[in-house]
T-cell receptor
């Protein structure tokens, strides 16, 4: 089955700890994305990557870090510097095309709770 | 720059009646537009997309949307609601190429009354 997997589904951490969320895709997509979803706010882009070993900040990158060492994988680390890390995190991937008419495919999400 | 406004945060309909979820957009470019659906604690699933071909777009599960440039709208409709349609729906606009060009609306929560 082709698709995007995120693990774990639920994650609990104490304040002050870094935590890494996993995202893997076997769709052979070039681009991968991380979004944060809070109630009533839609999705906000954290980071994205269009190619291996390269990534760009999105709208709310502060307190987060990413890596893209393999085309299939795009892990997100929520650092202790993120002031309000409790949220639902969604990973997505897509092909790249010149005019951007491609859609993004989403993983099932990870719900992170920090206390 | 582009933006998208979903005009209703909640919509409630009875099972078997029509569904209308409203979306207005603004874009400096010729936009690509999408509707996604999200069931509770799940990822987003693409319902349909508009990419400058036919203005009436048919999607999965009986949904369709019409692109109206003069009204800058891309409303989502379904003739007859089913209980399984209860979910959050997101209107999304991409105004230009590039991975950073996707803008999400805040979502419309669709409630289906039995």
């Amino acid at each position: 089955d082709g698709g995007i997997t995120q693990s774990p589904k639920y994650l609990f951490r104490k304040e002050g700890q870094n935590v890494t969320l996993s995202c893997e895709q076997n769709l052979n997509h070039d681009a991968m994305y991380w979004y944060r979803q809070d109630p009533g706010q839609g999705l906000r882009l954290i980071y994205y990557s269009q190619i291996v070993n390269d990534f760009q900040k999105g709208d709310i990158a502060e307190g987060y870090s990413v890596s893209r060492e393999k085309k299939e994988s795009f892990p997100l680390t929520v650092t202790s510097a993120q002031k309000n890390p409790t949220a639902f995190y969604l990973c997505a991937s897509s092909y790249l095309s010149g005019q951007g008419t491609y859609e993004q495919y989403f993983g099932p999400g990870t719900r992170l709770t920090v206390t | 720059a582009q933006s998208v406004t979903q005009l209703d945060s909640h919509v409630s309909v009875s099972e078997g009646t029509p569904v209308l979820l409203r979306c207005n957009y603004s874009s400096s470019y010729s936009p690509s537009l999408f509707w996604y659906v999200q069931h509770p604690n799940k990822g987003l699933q693409l319902l349909l997309k508009y990419t400058s071909a036919a203005t009436l777009v048919k999607g999965i599960n009986g949904f369709e949307a019409e692109f109206k440039k003069s009204e800058t709208s891309f409303h989502l409709t379904k003739p007859s609601a089913h209980m399984s349609d209860a979910a959050e729906y997101f209107c999304v606009v991409r105004g230009r190429g590039g991975a950073d060009g996707l803008t999400f609306g805040k979502g419309t929560h669709l409630i289906i009354q039995p």
